[in-house]
């Protein structure tokens, strides 16, 4: 899982006062003289009726008049074919763009379509959601995402071209709500069930995955400016949806699956010094109390503090109890559980995405509600209409 707190506040280019968008110049000039020709048209039948209205009745008033509305009757018709030309390129033109402007952004696929090309935007800063189509790309079950800048990266899957991987600009969305993906290089491995975490808006970390039946090892760096992958030291255990962080200048792989196991270790690795091999953290604590996981995320709350929340347990149940992991300079990885509980658990199994504004983090799981943790108070709540106003 990544979660990012962004700084960057793009906004939307002023457009020049010529640069009509595509067809919009030409409706609006045939619009222009439809409506002066239904203007003209209109005088001339005011003018017959108000002759008729005034005594001149006879057969060349009423000629006239009969010839008038005809006229305008021709000229309505006209008319409306040319508004109806110009009113997508209009509101095309005048839509709010809610895929630009601020881009703390968490997303999620929707529904239960695995393969959906749909995908789910929701700003805290705006409280805006907004369901888009990706063009231009195969989807497929079991891939990654992950939100670095302006684009969402949709990386690997659990078919033979599952090394592929797209990214999508989400400042880029229109009124017609389609997003257009671009392919960039493949993974050196393809696999699906990838842990992601991004640093520095500069490289994404693909730690493990699921190669069909079979739990991999492989964990490979993007460099995002250069497009090309670089393959990194394996993990000591096969793990796919890990939860993924990063804290200290040292990556954390916690939890996930292997074949049918929900894992109850965690692994890191010096992200500095990456040709040191991975590590296997030593847990103390409320040992008893600290549960393997898989689908849940990990999010880091203080210098030295990372909160494990979410997913399911060994018995496939939903899990809200939350755990707060804490790094002592010795390595040592010491596990609480914590008391505050997740809001309505049962919409919270695996982590999409997530985003932190202020000293709030904002959540989207499976399910299509939005989950936030105050920091400060130390609680859950829940948004379960994105379009509800939360303070």
């Given at each position: 899982?990544?979660?990012?707190?962004?700084?960057?506040?793009?906004?939307?280019?002023?457009?020049?006062?010529?640069?009509?968008?595509?067809?919009?110049?030409?409706?609006?000039?045939?619009?222009?003289?439809?409506?002066?020709?239904?203007?003209?048209?209109?005088?001339?039948?005011?003018r017959?009726?108000?002759?008729?209205?005034?005594?001149?009745?006879?057969?060349g008033?009423?000629?006239?008049?009969?010839?008038?509305?005809?006229?305008?009757?021709?000229?309505?018709?006209?008319?409306?074919?040319?508004i109806?030309?110009?009113?997508?390129?209009?509101?095309?033109?005048?839509?709010?763009?809610?895929?630009?402007?601020?881009?703390?952004?968490?997303?999620?696929?929707?529904?239960?379509?695995?393969?959906?090309?749909?995908?789910?935007?929701?700003?805290?800063?705006?409280?805006?959601?907004?369901?888009?189509?990706?063009?231009?790309?195969?989807?497929?079950?079991?891939?990654?995402?992950?939100?670095?800048?302006?684009?969402?990266?949709?990386?690997?899957?659990?078919?033979?071209?599952?090394?592929?991987?797209?990214?999508?600009?989400?400042?880029?969305?229109?009124?017609?709500?389609?997003?257009?993906?671009?392919?960039?290089?493949?993974?050196?491995?393809?696999?699906?069930?990838?842990?992601?975490?991004?640093?520095?808006?500069?490289?994404?970390?693909?730690?493990?995955?699921?190669?069909?039946?079979?739990?991999?090892?492989?964990?490979?760096?993007?460099?995002?400016?250069?497009?090309?992958?670089t393959?990194?030291?394996?993990?000591?255990?096969?793990?796919?949806?890990?939860?993924?962080?990063?804290?200290?200048?040292?990556?954390?792989?916690?939890?996930?699956?292997?074949?049918?196991?929900?894992?109850?270790?965690?692994?890191?690795?010096?992200?500095?010094?990456?040709?040191?091999?991975?590590?296997?953290?030593d847990?103390?604590?409320?040992?008893?109390?600290?549960?393997?996981m898989?689908?849940?995320?990990?999010?880091?709350?203080?210098?030295?503090?990372?909160?494990i929340?979410?997913?399911?347990?060994?018995?496939?149940?939903?899990?809200?109890?939350?755990?707060?992991?804490t790094?002592?300079?010795?390595?040592?990885?010491?596990?609480?559980?914590?008391?505050?509980?997740?809001?309505?658990?049962?919409?919270?199994?695996?982590?999409?995405?997530?985003?932190?504004?202020?000293?709030?983090?904002?959540?989207?799981?499976?399910?299509?509600?939005?989950?936030?943790?105050?920091?400060?108070?130390?609680?859950w709540?829940?948004?379960?209409?994105?379009?509800?106003?939360?303070?």
């Open positions: 899982m990544n979660v990012r707190k962004e700084e960057v506040r793009p906004t939307e280019p002023a457009r020049a006062p010529n640069d009509f968008p595509s067809g919009l110049k030409s409706a609006l000039t045939e619009f222009k003289t439809s409506a002066h020709s239904l203007q003209t048209a209109l005088e001339v039948a005011l017959a009726a108000d002759a008729m209205l005034e005594g001149q009745v006879g057969s008033t009423a000629k006239a008049l009969s010839s008038s509305l005809d006229e305008l009757r021709k000229q309505c018709e006209v008319c409306e074919d040319k109806k030309k110009c009113a997508g390129p209009v509101a095309a033109s005048a839509a709010p763009k809610k895929g630009l402007g601020r881009c703390e952004y968490t997303h999620w696929t929707s529904g239960k379509e695995a393969t959906s090309k749909l995908v789910c935007l929701y700003s805290p800063t705006t409280n805006a959601e907004v369901e888009c189509e990706i063009e231009g790309m195969h989807m497929q079950k079991c891939t990654s995402t992950i939100i670095v800048a302006h684009n969402l990266y949709i990386i690997g899957g659990n078919e033979p071209t599952s090394a592929r991987v797209y990214t999508v600009r989400i400042d880029q969305l229109d009124a017609s709500f389609r997003l257009q993906a671009v392919k960039k290089s493949h993974m050196r491995a393809g696999r699906g069930g990838i842990g992601l975490q991004q640093h520095a808006g500069k490289r994404i970390y693909a730690i493990g995955g699921r190669r069909g039946p079979q739990t991999i090892k492989c964990c490979e760096r993007y460099e995002i400016a250069d497009d090309c992958w393959a990194l030291p394996q993990l000591g255990e096969g793990r796919h949806f890990p939860a993924v962080c990063e804290l200290g200048g040292m990556i954390y792989a916690i939890g996930g699956h292997r074949g049918p196991v929900i894992l109850h270790s965690i692994e890191r690795m010096n992200m500095i010094y990456e040709e040191e091999r991975w590590s296997k953290v847990i103390q604590g409320d040992g008893a109390e600290w549960e393997a898989c689908g849940c995320g990990a999010e880091r709350t203080g210098n030295c503090e990372v909160m929340f979410g997913g399911k347990d060994s018995t496939r149940k939903n899990r809200e109890e939350c755990y707060s992991m790094v002592e300079k010795t390595g040592l990885a010491v596990i609480r559980r914590s008391v505050t509980h997740i809001a309505e658990a049962d919409s919270f199994r695996r982590i999409y995405s997530g985003v932190v504004i202020g000293a709030k983090l904002y959540v989207t799981s499976d399910q299509v509600n939005v989950h936030i943790y105050d920091m400060k108070k130390r609680s709540n829940v948004i379960t209409n994105p379009w509800q106003v939360f303070d």
